[in-house]
């Protein structure tokens, strides 16, 4: 899916800095979002909020 075909609010974390290298995230009705910020309109990747919550329990080991 496109990130541009999302009405979606993105954020990214404070401490990413101004360098552009960054993921984005929304958090839709139903599922999470990510997105690469140097790319605002091309892909998405969408999980569903148990992929998501999973996801981060493993990189917060």
């Given at each position: 899916?496109?990130?541009?075909?999302?009405?979606?609010?993105?954020?990214?974390?404070?401490?990413?800095?101004?360098?552009?290298?960054?993921?984005?995230?929304?958090?839709?009705?139903?599922?999470?979002?990510?997105?690469?910020?140097?790319?605002?309109?091309?892909?998405?990747?969408?999980?569903?909020?148990?992929?998501?919550t999973?996801?981060?329990?493993?990189?917060?080991?």
């Amino acid at each position: 899916m496109r990130a541009s075909d999302l009405n979606a609010r993105w954020f990214k974390s404070t401490r990413s800095g101004n360098n552009g290298n960054c993921v984005e995230v929304a958090f839709l009705s139903d599922a999470v979002a990510t997105r690469d910020s140097k790319n605002p309109s091309g892909p998405a990747l969408v999980v569903t909020p148990a992929a998501w919550t999973a996801f981060l329990a493993t990189i917060e080991r």
